[in-house]
């Protein structure tokens, strides 16, 4: 994700104009693509922009250790990063900063909803030529995206027969990753986006998307899926995943999903159940399917949101998924706040200790990547290119620290 400082500020100006208490961050229209290839800027692209970009400053190991003595071996997670577009200006800015692994995302020729074996080949060799392996890729839905501006919102709609010919694509491009050598693929199951209601001004030129449930007003007060509760948005995530589980398993590739950003109150928001945003709701979510393919992408500041003392409480949710071997991803953001109410900050200065985490990430095992999802906005920095340098140098420098120190 690299925001486009015009794109973004455009966003923001909208719905301020439109409305003043809310702020829905619907990253995945700014940053996600609807179909690959075809817009200039959004979640996942960035346009290469001149100037220094920011060094990384690794902090010290602060005294203290996690439950459990770490393990001698090294850690074996990876810093990667889920930027896009993967064409060649960003690969060459993602190898000057040692990014060896990444969310790529292939260019899909028309409509299509999967990409093909030779689409996803491309991808692949290009990256090669840089020196970077593609460990995970997405298709071009089920995406953070508000279902109020949702291309394809069959799926999250409980609208057959289309959401059967949507699930079919995504079958289609599980068998074409496995040929291609793609292992994972992430996704989301989200209608209502991704929500924040504001700024916050942070250090320096920085500001810090943010969200205060009790200033959160929403506007409309129903999306066009109308009033979604808990068992109807269950409904819906099972009928997904008894259809896509055993393909997974058939072709061994790993299925990641996203939590819901951010929970909300039992009784919903935009009168939409956010079944994914706690804690009992995410270990529901990996028994639906009693498989080593069906897991999480573990987006670790989303868990934190969740969480009413998040700086006490993460390791052990780390542990809880970590341990049963359902972290396929981990979006490694740090946040200061909790549940209700937070902002999303660098990552040397959260509530969240890092260094801690990433111990306990080597405690259970975790074997994949480590990267930024969301940044900080500075206007002098608009398209997030010297915020996302400095995550790639900090996270490359913990891994390395830890595997120095133990």
Known sequence: MVWSGTRAFRTYDLIRATAPLLFVANLAQILCPSDYGKEPMNRRHFIAAGGIVGLAAVQGVAPGSVSAAPSEEPARMKLGDQTAPTNDVHLRYLARYGVRNICGYPHIEGDRLYATVDELKRMIDMAGNYGINIDCTAPPFLESTHIDVEKHPAVMLAQSPQRDRDIESLQTFIKNCAQAGIPCIKYNMSILGILRTGWTPGRGDAQYHTWKLAEAHPDPPLTRAGHVDADAFWERITYFLDRVIPVANEYKIRMACHPHDPGVPPEGYQGVSRALGTIDGLKRFIAIQESPWHGLNFCQGTISEALYNPGVEIFDVIRYFGSRKKIFNVHFRNIRG???????????????????????????GYPYMMMPDHVPLAA???????????????????IQSLNSTG
């Open 338 to 364: 909790h549940r209700n109410y937070f902002m999303e900050v660098f990552p040397d200065e959260g509530d969240i200790d890092f260094v801690k985490a990433l111990r306990v990430y080597k405690e259970v």
């Open 380 to 398: 002098a920095d608009p398209d997030s290119l010297q915020s996302f340098a400095f995550c790639y140098g900090y996270i490359r420098g913990l």
